[in-house]
């Protein structure tokens, strides 16, 4: 279950990728718009901000992420958002979108490359497949939350809960697969050092997002969550201690793809 207060922790740093995404995407005028994993809306409203005259879509499995996203009033100016819950490998836009985008949710689909195809073959001519995920997974808060998962004292409780190392590809291996596919395809990378404050911010980021399966398996266990986190926690400090000032600057990698579609 996704808790959207625990993710929305840090909304302007898990926003800014997809305001960066969104400006690359160089479609004028589209009539559809959708939002696929849109979480709590923050990306749907961005895109209704930039298109207010489009039909704005935010999909999301999560109901908890969809009520949160439904309860924001609607801006003046921007275009009304319309939100439901769907499971991102079973959906299918009625008609065709001129503009396809997905901000950090495609790492949580495995095998996503092999639906990226499918998905173009939605986009209208003159549209675009727009998406954004994590390339942090050999970073030291994956490979530590590996470490922990797989050690004496939790790989029997956890042995059902994936690595996720390759949960994402190579910026070149989905720059092929979108070209192959007919796309004309733009791939990049940027690397953001966030500069996080407060008590063990690295934990509290991973909380909302990568340590979520682990809690799962733990469920309603507080002692086993409260052991759990202590241990992963600790060597989060050390592997991001902070400055002088108490903050922590925590590298992310992210890779975007803005996929053309010729007219």
């Known amino acids: 279950m996704w808790d ?17 995404l969104l400006a690359a995407i160089d479609v004028e005028k589209p009539a559809r718009v959708v939002d696929l994993g849109c979480g709590t809306g923050t990306s749907t409203r961005l895109l209704a901000r930039r298109w207010p005259d489009a039909d704005v879509l935010g999909t999301d499995s999560s109901p908890e992420m969809i009520a949160a996203a439904q309860a924001e009033p609607a801006e003046p100016g921007a275009a009304a958002c319309r939100y439901e819950v769907a499971d991102a490998y079973s959906w299918a836009p009625g008609e065709p979108v001129d503009v396809w985008f997905s901000n950090a949710m495609l790492q949580w689909l495995p095998g996503h490359l092999d639906r990226l195809p499918g998905w173009l073959r939605t986009v209208a001519p003159g549209g675009v497949l727009a998406f954004q995920v ?41 720059a092929d697969v979108l070209a192959a596919a007919g796309a004309r395809p733009d791939v990049w990378e940027t690397t953001y050092l966030h500069r996080l404050d407060g008590p063990d911010p690295v934990l509290r980021w991973t909380t909302g997002t990568a ?42 990698r992210r890779i975007f793809v803005v996929a053309r579609i010729p007219a």
Not at 8 to 19: G, K, N, Q, V
Not at 147 to 170: K, N
């Open 211 to 252: 340590l979520r399966p682990v809690l799962a398996v733990l469920g309603e266990d507080s002692e086993a969550r409260a052991a759990f986190l202590a241990e992963y926690g600790a060597a989060l400090r050390a592997a991001y201690p902070p400055n002088d000032a108490g903050t922590v600057t925590f590298p992310f």
């Open 134 to 174: 994590p390339g942090n997974f050999e970073s030291p808060s994956h490979v530590l939350l590996r470490e922990v998962t797989r050690s004496p004292a939790w790989r029997d409780r956890l042995a059902g809960i994936p690595e996720r190392r390759e949960a994402v590809e190579s910026p070149a291996r989905y």
């Open 4 to 20: 959207p207060q625990t993710y929305l922790a840090y909304a302007d740093e898990r926003t800014r990728p997809a305001r960066d």
